[in-house]
């Protein structure tokens, strides 16, 4: 073959490479366009149908729970921020709601759900409190969580001997005051005949409470890193004992292992 063959048909095949990357890259922006414009498209129907259709703008709030909050559906709008009748029930985001609403120190978890076609349904897990920070307006929870007082009613046992230079921030939690809690949780689980009055934490060692035993008020002394249950059960047998025996004490003393000190 001439060489003016060859070059001729090494022209023929740039030419034909040229023209299939041509129409690759029209296929390719032909492509895209309709991607674009079906995006643009769905975007368009999600506001014409959902975010931006007034048939979902929102009326109300339905708030569940079996504390504070149950029913306080005006309360909620406003820590929330929602405005009724302006609203759109799809414009909300959920997820932020939620973590919204888990913020607050007294709420555990929450579940949020959009109600056909103008509600936004809340079920909420409060938390409850087992103790009281003695000189605070603040309660624990079993998970040592703070909260404020104002969103309980009643009595609860008290904790004293927190460092007053502590400082307490609601919705934190304070982990030095868990083996507290653990007293309060066993007493409540399985003890419940006992009533704890008041809990000091003081002491490195053991832990010192006051507790109501049968109309009969106690002093006890258990020890800060032992089995509770155990513990409970000793004090419940020489109370018993000196019941039986006739025997006047009002303390008790369990950190000893070698016996219980009644006095």
């Given at each position: 073959?001439?060489?003016?063959s060859?070059?001729?048909?090494r022209?023929?095949?740039?030419?034909?490479?040229?023209k299939?990357?041509?129409?690759l890259?029209?296929?390719?922006?032909?492509?895209?366009?309709?991607?674009?414009s079906?995006?643009?498209?769905?975007a368009?129907?999600g506001?014409?149908l959902?975010s931006?259709?007034?048939?979902?703008i929102?009326?109300?709030?339905?708030?569940?729970?079996?504390?504070?909050?149950?029913?306080?559906?005006?309360e909620?709008?406003?820590?929330?921020?929602?405005?009724?009748?302006?609203d759109n029930?799809f414009a909300?985001d959920?997820?932020?709601i939620?973590k919204q609403?888990?913020a607050?120190?007294n709420?555990?978890?929450?579940s949020v759900?959009r109600i056909?076609?103008d509600?936004?349904?809340?079920?909420?897990?409060e938390r409850?409190?087992?103790?009281e920070?003695?000189?605070?307006?603040?309660?624990?929870?079993?998970?040592?969580v703070i909260?404020?007082r104002?969103?309980?009613?009643?009595r609860?046992?008290?904790i004293?001997?927190?460092?007053?230079?502590?400082?307490?921030i609601?919705?934190?939690?304070?982990?030095?005051?868990?083996p507290v809690i653990?007293?309060?949780?066993t007493r409540?689980?399985?003890?419940?005949?006992?009533?704890l009055?008041?809990?000091?934490?003081?002491?490195?060692?053991?832990?010192l409470?006051?507790?109501?035993y049968k109309?009969s008020?106690y002093?006890?002394?258990?020890?800060?890193?032992?089995?509770?249950?155990?513990?409970?059960?000793?004090?419940r047998?020489?109370?018993?004992?000196?019941?039986?025996?006739?025997?006047k004490a009002v303390?008790?003393?369990?950190?000893?292992?070698a016996r219980?000190i009644s006095?």
């Amino acid at each position: 073959m001439s060489a003016k063959s060859k070059t001729t048909s090494r022209n023929k095949n740039k030419t034909t490479t040229g023209k299939k990357i041509f129409k690759l890259i029209l296929a390719m922006l032909l492509l895209s366009a309709l991607l674009g414009s079906g995006t643009a498209l769905i975007a368009w129907l999600g506001r014409t149908l959902f975010s931006a259709n007034p048939h979902f703008i929102l009326h109300g709030v339905d708030t569940n729970s079996i504390g504070y909050w149950n029913g306080r559906n005006r309360e909620v709008e406003a820590v929330l921020g929602l405005k009724l009748n302006e609203d759109n029930l799809f414009a909300l985001d959920l997820r932020k709601i939620k973590k919204q609403l888990i913020a607050i120190p007294n709420i555990k978890d929450a579940s949020v759900e959009r109600i056909l076609p103008d509600i936004i349904r809340l079920q909420l897990e409060e938390r409850i409190p087992r103790a009281e920070i003695a000189g605070t307006n603040f309660v624990i929870d079993n998970s040592t969580v703070i909260i404020p007082r104002s969103y309980f009613q009643g009595r609860f046992p008290i904790i004293a001997g927190l460092d007053r230079n502590f400082k307490l921030i609601p919705g934190k939690d304070i982990p030095e005051l868990q083996p507290v809690i653990d007293l309060i949780m066993t007493r409540v689980k399985y003890f419940p005949e006992f009533e704890l009055n008041e809990v000091w934490i003081s002491h490195s060692n053991r832990i010192l409470f006051t507790t109501t035993y049968k109309n009969s008020q106690y002093k006890v002394y258990f020890p800060r890193k032992q089995d509770f249950s155990h513990s409970f059960m000793q004090l419940r047998e020489g109370i018993e004992t000196n019941i039986r025996n006739r025997i006047k004490a009002v303390s008790y003393d369990l950190t000893n292992k070698a016996r219980i000190i009644s006095r």
